[in-house]
Each structure stands twice: as C-alpha cells, then as structure tokens.
C-alpha cells in the first residue's frame, strides 16, 4: 500500500489511515496508526517546544484528539 498527501501551502498530515476493501466480495476494513506531516516554505516544522515536533504539528493540524 502506498499512500501520499499534497501540501500546496502552510502545514498538512494525516494521523491514522483506515483503509475499507473487498475481497471476493467481502468488505475488509483495517486501521493504520500511522502519521505523517510535512510543511511548505515558509514553514519549516520546526520549534523548540516541550512537545515532540511531532505532536506539536499534529496538534496544530487538528489531527489529535484532546481529552
């Protein structure tokens, strides 16, 4: 499986990928935890905070859940 986003400006990511098939006329579902980010000039995804880059852009991009 292969899966790719575009970033036209700013900042984009996805965080988790459900992914629906059929096999032999079954629905399959299965779930990815899997993130990604990127950033497009002039953004570079990069602080000094306390969170990871990581979950800071994931955050930022509403891709978090906050309990």
Known sequence: MTLGFRI????G????I???YKVNGKTKREYFP???YG???PLTCED???LSKDDKALR????????
Request: charged share 30%; with cysteine.
């Open 39 to 41: 950033c497009v000039k």
């Open 34 to 36: 899997e993130s990604a």
């Open 60 to 67: 930022e991009l509403g891709l978090v859940r906050e309990d």
């Open 8 to 11: 036209l400006s700013g900042m």
């Open 18 to 20: 459900h992914l629906t």
């Open 13 to 16: 990511g996805v965080n988790g």
């Open 48 to 50: 000094d905070d306390s």
